[in-house]
């Protein structure tokens, strides 16, 4: 499994819609087992395919116990409303209160090409409607008003200056997963990054 570089706010392909996977390949099995290593080495819950620079309808999700590979989703329900806060792999640091869906179903293929359904709400069904958004080139900052884009834009100004190329190249000495720290608690931020400190 190899680590790849994440694509930050301002890299043209967060911005473009993903296509369809057609057939599931030995290939499309490794780029899932690259993103799941990549979002491990990044402490997230979430990391969808234009966020590693690829166009495949793909997101990878492990939150609330649920490691799931998610290939050609569909959200096909929607119940409720609430907010909770958002943070993205791809906008590091940045951190806002997002409107959404409280419950969601989402309907996808596995890596073997089964299709299979899942219902979720709290930070699992979250993360889903965060990642689904990315293959349709959106990300959390399109949801916010006015006011609160400001404010995150402002942020992400100052931390964009840490990445000059737009791309996060994780370490090669991460911590080896038994040591990796515990996935968030409901009630820290959701969308796919990890909380901004964690707690002990
Ligand atoms: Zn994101």
Known sequence: MARLDIHLFGSPILRQEAERVAHITPELRRL????FETMRAANGIGLAAPQVGRRERLFVVDVDGVRQAFVNPELVGAEGRNKWEEGCLSIPEVYAEVERPSTVTFRAQDLDGVWFEVTAGDLLGRCLQHELDHL??????DRLSLLKRRAALRQWDEEKLNYPALRRVLPVDALPPEQA???PAAGTPAGDAAPPTPTP
């Open 181 to 183: 720290p515990p996935a």
């Open 32 to 35: 899932a087992d690259d993103m």
């Open 136 to 141: 349709a080139g959106k990300l959390f900052l």
